[in-house]
């Protein structure tokens, strides 16, 4: 019977240890999948944001034929991305709106990552295209 009972209350004690080595073992895997959800997210975030950004700007290039106007919309059309955009990170091609014709917009962005276990920066692109005139 005492070897009954010394062997009952041992068990559970073994267990909880055994427990914790595995929580200790699937911690590291766990918090990379949380960081990589989050990484992931908030990069998703901004490339909708620059592909938003980039049609606005030519948008406003297609209608006014003012490349610094679209420039100036293309930048304040994202005004989540931090930091912002600049206005070298935005390209619009051609110069000069011809009717009939189409502009294109494109930012190129790189964006810095929050934890660094993915890398330091990914460079994006948001495109935007339009007739001009319209």
Known sequence: MHRFLSAHVRGPGGERGAA???FALMLPVLLML???????SRVYNVQISLSNAAREG???MAIHN??????????AAAPSV???????DITVSPDTCADGS???VTIDYDIALMTGFFGVEIP????GVMLCGG
């Open 20 to 22: 914790a080595v595995e």
């Open 34 to 40: 949380v960081l990589g959800l989050l990484e992931f």
């Open 58 to 60: 030519a948008r406003v």
């Open 66 to 75: 003012d490349a610094a106007q679209a420039r100036s919309a293309a930048s």
């Open 82 to 88: 931090s930091p912002a955009i600049a206005s070298s």
């Open 102 to 104: 189409t502009v294109t």
């Open 124 to 127: 994006l692109s948001g495109k």
